[in-house]
């Protein structure tokens, strides 16, 4: 089969590309956007790129042109596609139908940790001989690659609530038809496509209900919005999992200060037994919950909790997640995706619990929908508060522009925060109030116009 994908540049149509062609079909697509790292991977696979979107690629005569969320009524493309009656589908229901129909497939939903969550849940299943194959929307790093197609029966995929096409509206995730689910974590967001909590709710009930009886669904027992879309429904085994003590499912205790770990316990209807510690470099209170979702999920096909334990203490985590870019004159400069206040503040208080009393420069850039929206900008204060210093940076105009007074939303920060409309004038200011044994923290959706290099460049230059 020949497909050609509209949209092929972004995270999720980029790996769907590279399982298509593992899966030994011929690829070709077309972005806005052609450009290195996405575009150097794609053409490696000998995918044959295509810059914009001109009506004149209906002369490849693909069999079948896949759409990305990115696609809209009025691209000259998509509209050339209609106007001819040509078949065309979505990425995810392409996935669904020529990569998932016949595999156990794991899906890992949330708000949260979806990235993460699914890169520990591959490697336990690699490290315990599964080999499975894989789609994530980040680059593990014990892989190096986001997407992966093999022989084996079990499949590990990110299972993103965005909507699928422009022609269907439904979550992503329904496409998927999981055997095993996480639900690991659920709170606003999407403010651009989803008015509010309860219609997020709504469309995580449509997931549950395909998952067949047999199939397990892992519950974040913290989590009330989950506990309501339960209540809305469920025909599936439920298993809990969260810190300290729960009705069912695993339960963590924190290890004592200085420890990077934690204990895992099961408790199957009040018989607690501890599984082993998992060690690690990773912190905070987001990632314990993490583990325990994907320790779960591999315990239900078949993994012991003992053995998914021990290979998190080689899991390497995925890039862009609290990644060490580089240490320039003492000063540590690391990248994190953080975007939504509540991911803000639990990578912040991560960074704290592995750097102590040492000083952290928050460096942000809120400039995801919902951010650009406004409809998160009250909250960010308090999502920055375990920073000594925040730089906020808000784009002065095009596609990235902010739609409200970022100066304004962190004024009651008072004077440890300021905010810019220039990144030069940004890295300038980092740069004059930076220290040796600084941590400075990126954190941002974007590549954010390179800051991590050019804090780099700039604090390479003896400090005051």
């Not at 004149?56 to 696609?71: A, C, K, T």
């Not at 197609?149 to 038809?177: C, G, M, N, Q």
């Not at 607690?272 to 583990?291: K, P, S, Y």
């Amino acid at each position: 089969m020949h497909i050609h994908i509209l949209g092929i540049c972004g995270t999720f149509m980029g790996g769907l590309a590279v399982l298509a062609r593992q899966a030994g079909h011929r690829v070709t697509g077309c972005d806005a956007n052609v450009y290195p790292p996405m575009s150097t991977q794609l053409e490696a696979q000998g995918i044959e790129l295509i810059e914009g979107f001109d009506p004149s690629q209906i002369s490849l005569e693909p069999d079948l042109f896949v759409i990305g969320n990115v696609v809209s009524r009025g691209n000259p493309l998509m509209e050339a596609i209609l106007d001819r009656n040509l078949p065309y589908t979505s990425g995810p229901q392409w996935l669904g139908e020529h990569v998932l129909a016949g595999k156990w497939v794991l899906a890992v939903a949330g708000t949260h940790g979806k990235t993460t969550t699914t890169s520990m849940l591959s490697w336990i299943l690699e490290d315990a001989g599964y080999e499975p194959g894989f789609l994530v929307g980040g680059v593990p790093q014990n892989f190096g690659i986001s997407a992966r197609l093999t022989a084996s029966d079990f499949f590990v995929i990110e299972a993103d609530e965005y909507d699928t096409a422009f022609f269907d509206k439904r979550s992503k995730f329904v496409h998927y038809r999981p055997r095993t689910a996480i639900l690991n974590n659920l709170e606003y967001d999407h403010a651009d496509i989803f008015p509010d909590l309860a219609a997020i709710e709504t469309q995580f009930h449509h997931l549950v209900r395909t998952v067949p009886r047999q199939g397990r669904l892992l519950v974040n027992g913290n989590e009330p919005s989950l506990a309501r879309v339960l209540e809305r429904g469920c025909w599936s085994e439920v298993e809990q999992f969260g810190m300290g003590n729960w009705r069912e499912g695993n339960a963590a205790t924190p290890v004592p200060e200085g420890k990077d770990g934690f204990d895992v316990w099961f408790d199957d209807k009040g018989q607690e037994a501890l599984q082993g510690t998992v060690i690690w470099d990773l912190q905070g209170t987001h990632n314990r919950m993490n583990a325990l979702a994907a320790i779960a999920a591999a315990r239900h096909v078949g993994v012991p909790p003992a053995r998914a334990i021990e290979s998190l203490s080689r899991f390497a985590n995925v890039k862009r997640r609290m990644e060490v870019r580089g240490v320039a004159n003492g000063v540590t400069v690391y990248d994190d995706f953080a975007h939504h206040p509540t991911a803000i503040q639990t990578t912040l208080d991560g960074l704290r619990r592995r750097v102590g009393e040492a000083r952290i420069l928050a460096v942000l850039e809120p400039r995801s929908n919902t951010m650009k929206l406004g409809v998160m900008k009250a909250q960010l204060p308090a999502s920055l508060e375990g920073a000594d210093l925040v730089f906020g940076y808000g784009a002065p105009g095009g596609k990235d522009a902010l739609g409200w007074d970022l100066a304004e939303s962190l004024a009651p920060l008072g004077d440890k925060a300021a905010a810019f409309q220039d990144i030069g004038a940004l890295v300038a200011a980092v740069r004059a109030a930076a220290k040796p044994g600084d941590h400075v923290l990126v954190m941002s959706n974007g590549g954010f116009g390179d800051v991590h290099r050019k804090l780099l460049d700039a604090l390479a230059a003896p400090l005051a």
